[in-house]
């Protein structure tokens, strides 16, 4: 598996051990800087064995799907894509100006074949997941999702 471990939009989230991505060295300790809105993303494939995506794929031109498919190339058999955005019905997800997109809790079933929506929608995108775990408040949710890679 690989060792990787990535932080996209690292922000003032920085983590020590990780690569700390950005799309501005805003911090010394920013270590890639892209816009992620340019694919293809600077790692390479089956590289990563986690990726954090905290509040990161609302802000892009990419859709969801095409964002999860680019984590999906990153990550090794078996990794793991710690994901959260904010719920379309959060207080707070409609006053932020960089907000492009807007989802519900079950926006990601659709990459998951075991999901009734994965298994509705098979040719949304061919790398499927495996979500491994969900979470949802009245503001954001959370996942933690595995690439089906054979």
Not at 14 to 26: C, V, Y
Not at 67 to 77: F, M, N, T
Not at 79 to 108: C, E, I, N
Request: aromatic share 12%.
């Amino acid at each position: 598996m690989g060792t990787t471990r990535i932080v996209l939009g690292a922000g003032n989230r920085r983590r020590e051990g990780w690569i700390n991505h950005d799309r501005f060295k805003h911090h010394p300790e920013i270590d890639v800087i892209h816009d992620l809105n340019v694919l293809p993303w600077p790692w390479a494939d089956n590289s990563a064995r986690e990726i954090d995506s905290t509040s990161v794929f609302e802000h892009l031109t990419l859709t969801l799907i095409e964002s999860l498919d680019e984590c999906w190339r990153i990550l090794a058999p078996q990794g793991v894509l710690h994901l959260k955005y904010p719920l379309h019905t959060g207080p707070f997800t409609h006053d932020d100006p960089t907000h492009r997109w807007f989802w519900s809790a079950k926006a990601v079933d659709y990459v998951d074949v075991s999901t009734k929506y994965g298994r509705e929608h098979p040719y949304y995108t061919t790398r499927k997941w495996h979500i491994k775990g969900r979470n949802a408040s009245d503001r954001n949710f959370w996942a933690q999702m595995t690439p089906v890679k054979t």
